[in-house]
Nanobody, 122 residues
Framework: QVRLEESGGGSVQSGGSLRISCVVSENKWCMGWFRQAPGKQREGVASIHFNGHTAIAASVKGRFTISRDNNRNTVYLQMNMLTADDTAIYYC???????????????????WGQGMQVTVSS
């Protein structure tokens, strides 16, 4: 069974930075970060293929960076210039699907972490 363990969430002031991490029990083709704010649908934030190709949501482009260390089975999301709109539960996800490259769609990901809260206060 594939397990994903997220860490690094918490509270930060507006304009601040946070780096969140996710360790997966076995590497998968794609790793992604998704988030869900209260009353909203889960949305894709960033994804990265095993070969390093990334996709970033327009809402965070220029502020968030995704990276992965395949030797450590770990994916990171560096979040800068955070605003209250970034407050959400952040989920790490992994995909074994061949079609996952460049995708920020939830249905492309078949393994999910439990999620962790990121709160940005103004």
């Amino acid at each position: 069974q594939v397990r994903l363990e997220e860490s690094g969430g918490g509270s930060v002031q507006s304009g601040g930075s946070l780096r969140i991490s996710c360790v997966v029990s076995e590497n998968k083709w794609c790793m992604g970060w998704f988030r869900q704010a209260p009353g909203k649908q889960r949305e894709g934030v960033a994804s990265i293929h095993f070969n390093g190709h990334t996709a970033i949501a327009a809402s965070v482009k220029g502020r968030f960076t995704i990276s992965r260390d395949n030797n450590r089975n770990t994916v990171y999301l560096q979040m800068n210039m955070l605003t209250a709109d970034d407050t959400a539960i952040y989920y790490c996800a992994a995909s074994s699907r061949a079609t996952c490259a460049g995708s920020l769609l939830t249905d492309q990901y078949n393994y999910w972490g439990q999620g962790m809260q990121v709160t940005v206060s103004s």
